[in-house]
């Protein structure tokens, strides 16, 4: 395979796919009741449900004069109807009633775009729909699955969705950022594998072994076993999923009981949810949850982790939206890199591969693209 | 958001020519690249006829990601007036002018469930919405309607993808189509789209059908191809008493290029009969009102009080010797 050039892969201010999934609300914010406005991947959506509870993306503009329709009313089993002149349109966007005329214009219609309900989120296909297969939809079930619990929140975060991406991929940070709950110096200290998989995602492994465990393992420890005291094994496996889900295997086990062998059973196994949705260049909607596989019962946990959690994340929004302020204030200084970036800088020659093959109209997300096997035939 | 492009000419060259019926070839062009070509669009075609050249519309059937390998399929038309029998004349390696594809029958995302209806050569303008379908794992039906097997293109290809969704409906087999169950039985509970594309009696049936079942009209989606009239257009005379105006309409202009030719101040917009804004009063008309526009409904068309003059024509009277139309109009 010959070398590569890549313009766009250390870009401060990343473009976005648009022939790709994204995650746009948590199910329960979009109702049958009224509709809701967020905006996708620089597309300004309309959000609402049919009575037979179905979601619906449609460009939040009317046809006729371009006024919002997120503040408009629904109105019958699917239509959602222009709070200026009344104009209606169904669940495909397709004009059904227009003002003071019998007859409805046949090319009036506004665009509609795909949308899937799945691991409690709505997610849309900003791009050509003939592309959208369902099955593209990142693996985020630990969200819906009975064997895990949990719960998050959605961030709004000022800055371009991959500086986020690059945080995820790279948990060196936590030392320096989350000193207070996460952050202890092995981490920075020990190794970490990185690997392209043959499907398109990377892998990101770093394991510590008979460490301290910092604070917030150390309550959760105690919450599958009360009197645990002393050192652990703790790890985290990044997964990375084209274009922008990050889920995170992370936990601790008494030191030396087999964790790293697969004999987790003395220990506490969480996953950390991440999706980020590009809203503009410079801004995204970021949707986490922190799922765990003990203690499922327990409410009491799921508020404390989602809590806490909450406040970690708190750390990297503060140092995101200041390092996106920082970028564009320096706007002739470029992006350098450090052997911790291996993560970060996979994700950004993915995300390049997937931009090359959306403007050759191809497939996107197939891992030949992904992998960049056929690279050589560009 | 939908109104077409101009179309762009180009050059493309024939690379395969073949049957896939004893009246049907399929006939696969290369052009400059750009963007896939999406389901429901038609390329417009140059054709030589023993009258000259003369433009047609075919459905693509194929297209390469990036739009620059498309195939048509063309069925040889026992009435043609001409441009079938040049298309099957194309072999390999032959130059056509031809537009890039060409937007009046987009599917939308959305439908609560799908019916794809096809019969005969319309088969063409709807196999790539099943594919579609299918990639996006919709709720559909795919109902193919011929008159004998033999005549049906593609048959294989779609039982392989489309499997248990697929309805053939075979004349000489005995499993014809009855428009009248296949509107009743759609389900009441939501709604459905249905996407057609077949003989024009067909398409009318099926649409009188869905009026008096009172399924909502924007859920049943055909191609037009324009609205044609009633009469073929011929010229004739338009006044406007206020302005002291009167004019010929050639058989080539219309109405409201006549009147702007003339010096009238006319408003209009969409200049296809859609938006109304050029609505005029008629103060009287000699000979026949034949009105192509689909802003006015049925009753209103009935009345002839009104006409949208950037499509509506004047046909002479039926009395050949009362002379060429004539339409006086009020502002």
């Given at each position: ?49 049919t009575t037979d509870n179905r979601?619906v ?19 019958g089993s699917d239509e ?8 209606r349109y169904n669940s495909t966007g397709r004009?059904t009633s ?6 409805v214009?046949p ?5 509609s ?266 | ?38 389901p429901g ?64 029958f987009e599917l939308r995302h959305g439908a609560h469930r799908y019916v794809v209806l096809a019969a005969g050569v319309g088969i063409t303008a709807v196999i790539e919405m099943g594919r579609v379908l299918h990639r996006l794992g919709q709720d559909y039906r795919f109902v193919y309607v011929g008159r004998s097997r033999?005549q049906m293109a593609y048959v294989d290809e779609l039982a392989a993808l489309h499997g248990d969704r697929l309805e053939l409906r075979v004349d000489d087999e005995g499993t014809g189509l009855d428009v009248e169950s296949l509107v009743a039985d759609l389900p009441d509970d939501g709604r459905a789209e249905v996407y057609m594309c077949g003989p024009i009696r067909l398409m009318d049936a099926v649409r009188r059908s869905w009026l008096s079942h009172g399924r909502p009209i924007a859920d049943l989606r055909f191609e037009t ?73 049925d ?33």
């Amino acid at each position: 395979m010959s070398l590569e050039t890549h313009e766009t892969v250390t870009a401060k201010i990343f473009p976005h796919p648009l022939n790709a999934w994204y995650a746009v609300a948590w199910d329960h914010e979009v109702t049958a009741k009224e509709p809701m406005s967020r905006t996708i991947a620089g597309k300004s959506m309309v959000l609402y449900r049919t009575t037979d509870n179905r979601p619906v993306a449609l460009a939040d503009a009317c046809w006729h004069r371009l006024a919002p329709l997120s503040m408009g009313t629904l109105v019958g089993s699917d239509e959602i109807q222009c709070p200026y002149h009344g104009l209606r349109y169904n669940s495909t966007g397709r004009c059904t009633s227009m003002p003071a005329q019998q007859t409805v214009n046949p090319s009036a219609m506004v665009p509609s775009y795909p949308v899937v309900e799945r691991y409690r989120y709505l997610w849309v296909w900003p791009g050509d729909m003939t592309l959208a297969d369902p099955d593209l939809i990142p693996d985020m079930s630990q969200m819906s699955s009975p064997e895990w619990a949990g719960d998050g929140e959605t961030i709004h975060a000022a800055c371009n969705y991959q500086l986020i991406l690059d945080n995820l991929m790279d948990l060196t940070h936590e030392e320096f950022v989350h000193g207070a709950s996460l952050g202890q110096a092995e981490l920075s200290e020990s190794g970490f594998h990185t690997k392209l998989e043959d499907d398109g995602s990377v892998t990101v492994t770093r394991w510590m072994h008979e460490v301290e465990p910092p604070p917030f393992w150390r309550r959760n420890m105690r919450d599958k076993f009360p009197d645990f005291d002393g050192l652990v094994d703790r790890w985290q496996i990044i997964h990375y999923y084209a274009p922008s889900t990050i889920c995170i295997d992370v936990g601790v086990a008494k030191a030396g009981t087999g964790a790293d062998q697969g004999d987790r059973s003395q220990g506490v196994n969480g996953y950390v949810m991440n999706t980020i949705t590009p809203e503009t260049d410079r801004s995204s909607h970021y949707f986490w949850a922190f799922m765990r596989n003990y203690r499922l019962e327990s409410q009491t946990i799921t508020t404390q982790l989602r809590n806490g959690v909450h406040g970690v994340f708190g750390e990297d929004e503060v140092m995101l939206q200041a390092q996106q302020a920082a970028i564009d204030a320096n706007p002739d200084h470029e992006f350098y890199s450090l052997n911790i970036d291996a993560g970060g800088m996979w994700v950004r020659r993915i995300l390049d591969r997937m931009l090359a093959a959306e403007e050759r109209g191809e497939d996107p997300l197939s891992a030949r693209d992904l992998t960049g096997i056929g690279a050589a035939e560009r | 958001m939908s109104s077409d492009p101009r179309p762009a000419w180009t050059t493309a060259r024939v690379v395969e020519s073949r049957p896939v019926t004893d009246r049907i070839r399929r006939v696969t062009f290369e052009r400059p690249a750009g963007r896939r070509a999406a389901p429901g669009t038609h390329v417009d075609v140059r054709v030589r006829t023993p009258k000259g050249e003369d433009v047609r519309s075919y459905s693509i059937v194929e297209s390469s990601a990036d739009g620059s390998r498309l195939t048509v399929s063309v069925m040889r038309a026992q009435a043609s007036r001409g441009g079938s029998v040049f298309m099957h004349g194309l072999v390999e390696g032959d130059e056509i002018e031809c537009t890039q594809p060409l937007q009046n029958f987009e599917l939308r995302h959305g439908a609560h469930r799908y019916v794809v209806l096809a019969a005969g050569v319309g088969i063409t303008a709807v196999i790539e919405m099943g594919r579609v379908l299918h990639r996006l794992g919709q709720d559909y039906r795919f109902v193919y309607v011929g008159r004998s097997r033999a005549q049906m293109a593609y048959v294989d290809e779609l039982a392989a993808l489309h499997g248990d969704r697929l309805e053939l409906r075979v004349d000489d087999e005995g499993t014809g189509l009855d428009v009248e169950s296949l509107v009743a039985d759609l389900p009441d509970d939501g709604r459905a789209e249905v996407y057609m594309c077949g003989p024009i009696r067909l398409m009318d049936a099926v649409r009188r059908s869905w009026l008096s079942h009172g399924r909502p009209i924007a859920d049943l989606r055909f191609e037009t191809f324009g609205s044609s009239g009633w009469f073929e257009p011929e010229a004739f005379e338009v006044e406007i008493p206020e302005l002291g105006l009167s004019t010929v309409v050639a058989s080539d202009a219309s109405l409201l290029e006549a009147l702007a030719a003339a010096g009238a101040d006319m408003m209009y917009d969409c200049r296809k009969g859609e938006c109304g804004l050029c609505e005029v009063t008629i103060s009287s008309v000699r000979g026949r009102v034949d009105h192509r526009d689909v802003f006015l409904s049925d009753d209103e068309k009935a009345t002839d009080e009104t006409l949208c003059i950037c499509v509506s024509r004047i046909a002479a009277p039926e009395d050949g010797d009362a002379g060429t139309g004539r339409l006086t109009l009020t502002l």
